[in-house]
């Protein structure tokens, strides 16, 4: 098969991948993971439209101590390897437990302690990005 052919033929495969959004197994079970373990003042980022954005999606969280944090993100880990096969790209953050961030490429999690959340204010860094806030 001629290399113009391939090309072709990757283009064809790409457009039947379709995106993710919020109705998507991977950001319910997400959203679901958190809620089981009390995270607060839950809001989803949708950055689709961003053109300078590294994923599709953030959902970001805060817990009221380093013990609910780590819960929050082993819990997401957990969850999405059991409902979704997932394991998430990277993780950082679980040895100060003040900001997790659990990378899925797609969609990211970010917990955070309170008083992290309000110094690096990322809803504020991406202002344009439609919010939606989950109880």
Known sequence: ??????????????????RINRNSKLFKVILQAV????????VSLDLRKIPEAVADFFIICQA??????RAIADNVEHRVKELCLETPYRHEGMNALQWVLVDYVNI??????????KFYR?????SDAEQQEHS
């Open 122 to 126: 990322l809803e504020e860094m991406w």
């Open 64 to 69: 009221s101590s380093t013990t609910q944090v």
């Open 35 to 42: 809620q089981e373990k009390k995270a607060e003042e839950i």
């Open 108 to 117: 990211v999690v970010h917990v955070f302690q309170p008083e992290t959340r």
């Open 1 to 18: 098969m001629s290399t113009i052919s391939l090309l072709g033929a990757s283009k064809k495969t790409s457009k039947a991948i379709s």
